[in-house]
């Protein structure tokens, strides 16, 4: 369901007083808003969410140990393949492409997670809970894709309370990557891998509706290069 927006000004006044309060480098005058007044708001479908959360799931476990074969299985039995992007599909059937950015989609999870109201919190000082992966489908037991769909009580957010988290971390991105950059401390316990990781799941999962914004992007798509 679409909402009107909130007064994008005014949300990120709050996500700078955020930025602030966590020590980090302000972003620069000027620096662009995520919506413009008048814009609506709505997450994609509760099933494409689940299905992205359980693809990068996945990814993840390769990342970890779990075989090609039991991955391939997985998907094919979930009659996800055709959603696996063709960067992950490589890695998941030959371990082909960059090992490290597929483990940092942990925090990817964690984002789509929290959209889907399995995870509390989207703390930018905090690594996922603990208990994250026993929201997730249990892969070395054999859960199906439906079993974990049906056990999970799947709460998905409040689309402008998730385009308000996500202005935070259009910022957050900056901020922690200049202060990483400066040599400045960082407020917590995660880096400037992870908020990107978090605002990449917040940028594909909140779909904003304007004069001024595109067809929503398929994931390899998201541009977090501004």
Request: net charge negative.
């Amino acid at each position: 369901m679409q909402k009107a927006v909130p007064d994008p000004r005014a949300v990120r006044e709050a996500s700078l007083d955020e930025v602030a309060r966590l020590g980090l480098p302000q972003p620069p005058p000027g620096f662009p808003l995520v919506w413009e007044p008048g814009d609506t708001v709505e997450l994609r479908p509760t099933a494409d969410l689940e299905a992205r959360a359980a693809v990068l799931h996945v990814v993840v476990a390769r990342c970890f140990g779990m075989p090609t074969e039991a991955a391939m299985s997985w998907l094919l039995g979930s009659r996800l393949v055709d959603l696996v992007t063709p960067p992950e599909w490589q890695f998941v059937i030959g371990a082909k492409g960059d090992h490290r950015s597929f483990v940092l989609h942990h925090d990817a999870v964690f984002a789509l997670a929290w959209l889907l109201g399995l995870s509390r919190h989207l703390d930018p000082t905090s690594p996922p809970e603990d208990r994250m992966m026993s929201q997730m489908p249990d892969l070395p037991a054999g859960e199906t894709f439906g079993q974990w769909r049906s056990r999970s009580l799947m709460s998905p957010r409040d689309p402008v309370e998730a385009a308000v988290l996500l202005d935070l971390h259009y910022c957050l991105d900056w901020a922690f990557q200049q202060a990483q950059e400066m040599g400045r401390p960082l407020p917590g316990e995660i880096d400037a891998n992870a908020i990107g990781q978090r605002r990449w799941a917040l940028e594909w999962a909140i779909v904003f509706h304007g004069p001024y914004h595109d067809k929503p992007p398929e994931w390899e798509e998201v541009d977090l290069s501004v």
